[in-house]
């Protein structure tokens, strides 16, 4: 089973959106993009901008394309793929967050942060590709252009 997900790296004054989930392809929680696979007729940009606004209750803008990522698994017997296109986003009209970063998402099972980007810990970061780029590009300015990563999380 294949399936493509729209997702949103949301950049915010040095911080990084990151959503906190339990992932069973790595056993524990994880950090997260928001993101959404597209209705039917709705375009990657507008998928991801829908999410994070009913889910988190924020309006971003989408910059550009970061990443291709596809991550490939073997769950309840059978072989799985995920595609993700990570497209860099902007917070647009600000944002409100607790002391600790929380985001007062829409959602109440739905635990966002705003994170400084040297804080995170990169091996909490999902999928796996993301520990040794996001930081990276990131401090480099996103300025180089889009790249593909594959993760496989199968047996080998």
């Not at 929680?29 to 375009?43: Q, R, T, W």
């Not at 607790?98 to 109440?108: C, F, K, L, Q, T």
């Not at 739905?110 to 400084?116: F, G, H």
């Amino acid at each position: 089973m294949s399936e493509a997900r729209s997702v949103a790296v949301i950049v915010d004054a040095g911080r990084l959106l990151v959503v906190e989930q339990h992932e069973p392809q790595v056993k524990g929680m994880a950090f997260v993009f928001p993101g959404s696979i597209p209705k039917p007729g709705e375009i990657l940009v507008d998928a991801l901008a829908r999410v994070v606004k009913e889910h988190i209750g924020l309006s971003v803008s989408v910059n550009r394309l970061l990443y291709v990522g596809e991550v490939l698994w073997h769950q309840g017997g059978q072989n799985r793929q995920e595609i993700g296109m990570y497209f860099l986003c902007r917070i647009k009209g600000g944002v409100e967050t607790d002391p600790e970063g929380n985001v007062h998402a829409r959602d109440p099972k739905m635990r966002a942060r705003l994170m400084d980007m040297e804080m995170i810990d990169a091996q909490r970061l999902y999928p796996p590709f993301l520990r040794k780029e996001l930081l990276r590009d990131y401090r480099g300015g996103f300025k180089e252009g889009v790249k593909h990563f594959v993760d496989d999380l199968r047996p080998k």
